[in-house]
């Protein structure tokens, strides 16, 4: 009965990239790459097809499973970048990375639908990664469902260049619960099979709603749907440090395992082994629980 019942909760967890389906049930590390100059972590930023290159060599060789690509910075206050800006950026590096390494699982940071659509069937990226949850572009659910990719649905209040200045919630855990399924429901109405939720740490939440938020991700288990927390490097741990991006791997190091005890099951990092060593340890331990 318990096999059965692991079973299905495991099916839950698998992900079709593209005809490859990804189990996620153990979890899986996801390398940012980004094409910005004005990115909140400097070190994350990559110009230049070697320096590109490079990185995702990087990524794989440290225990990454995949590569998150973007070319629109989401920090808050970030500029507004053009169509034919992100675009600009963001084609030529799905070029290079495809042809260097076929085989591992890209993902795009976009927010718009034309992005999108362009970095699937030209780029041959394997899935969205969507900021906005649908929220900037109404076209974007339609174009996930045509597409048949899998997308990741993350909560943000506000746009990038709002979200940070007066973030309000009467109960951040019930609300972002209740908009996370609003939107499932309407991506499955759309026939978008593969949803990956995200509660969009830093996206229009003060410190204070981050930390509950944090404090109750094991509920988002409710959903039956594989969990994404992008917290590396954040504000929310270097803020209660008293330190900066810089200094917060450690920081982000004690979250992430956290997190993975909580039920995340992909880490969207900008320092990859040792993130990957997180999820060594956290199944060694559950490994060692179960036998």
Same mark, same amino acid.
């Given at each position: 009965m318990h096999s059965k019942l692991n079973n299905f909760l %495991?099916?839950?967890?698998?992900? &079709? $990239?593209?005809?490859?389906? #990804?189990?996620? +049930?153990?979890?899986? @590390?996801?390398?940012?790459? &980004?094409?910005?100059?004005?990115?909140?972590?400097? =070190?994350s930023r990559y110009n230049g097809e070697a320096a590109i290159l +490079?990185? @995702?060599? +990087?990524?794989? $060789? !440290?225990?990454?499973?995949?590569v998150d690509v973007g070319a629109y +910075? *989401?920090?808050?206050?970030?500029a507004l #970048?053009?169509? =034919? !800006?992100?675009?600009?950026?963001l084609m030529p590096a799905l070029a290079v990375i495809r042809k260097a390494f076929p085989d591992v699982l890209v993902s795009v940071d976009t927010f718009r639908s034309e992005i999108a659509r362009k970095a699937v069937l030209e780029g041959e990226a394997d899935m969205i990664n969507d900021i906005?949850?649908? !929220?900037?572009? =109404?076209a974007m659910y339609d174009t996930v469902a045509t597409l048949n990719v899998p997308y990741i649905l993350t909560h943000m209040q506000g746009t990038p260049q709002t979200m940070q200045e007066a973030p309000q919630y009467k109960d951040v855990v019930a609300e972002v619960s209740k908009w996370l399924a609003q939107r499932v429901d309407r991506l499955r109405d759309k026939g978008v099979n593969d949803i990956i939720i995200d509660p969009?740490?830093?996206f229009g939440k003060?410190?204070?709603? %981050?930390?509950?938020?944090? &404090?109750?991700l094991e509920e988002l288990a409710l959903f039956q749907l594989p969990i994404l927390v992008g917290i590396s490097r954040k504000s929310m741990i270097?803020? @209660?440090? !008293?330190?900066?991006?810089?200094?917060?791997? %450690?920081?982000? *190091? @004690?979250? %992430? *395992?956290?997190?993975?005890n909580k039920g995340a099951n992909i880490l969207r990092v900008h320092d990859v082994k040792e993130a990957a060593e997180c999820v060594k340890l956290v199944e060694k331990l559950k490994e060692v629980d179960i036998v």
């Open positions: %495991n099916s839950r967890l698998t992900i &079709n $990239c593209r005809g490859r389906l #990804v189990d996620l +049930s153990i979890p899986k @590390v996801m390398g940012i790459i &980004n094409l910005t100059p004005d990115s909140f972590f400097s =070190e +490079s990185r @995702v060599e +990087s990524i794989l $060789c !440290e225990g990454g499973d995949m +910075s *989401t920090r808050p206050g970030a #970048v053009t169509v =034919e !800006e992100e675009l600009g950026r906005s949850g649908g !929220e900037m572009d =109404e969009g740490f830093g003060t410190l204070e709603h %981050n930390f509950k938020l944090f &404090n109750h270097y803020k @209660v440090l !008293e330190s900066d991006a810089d200094q917060a791997l %450690n920081g982000t *190091t @004690v979250l %992430n *395992t956290l997190a993975l």
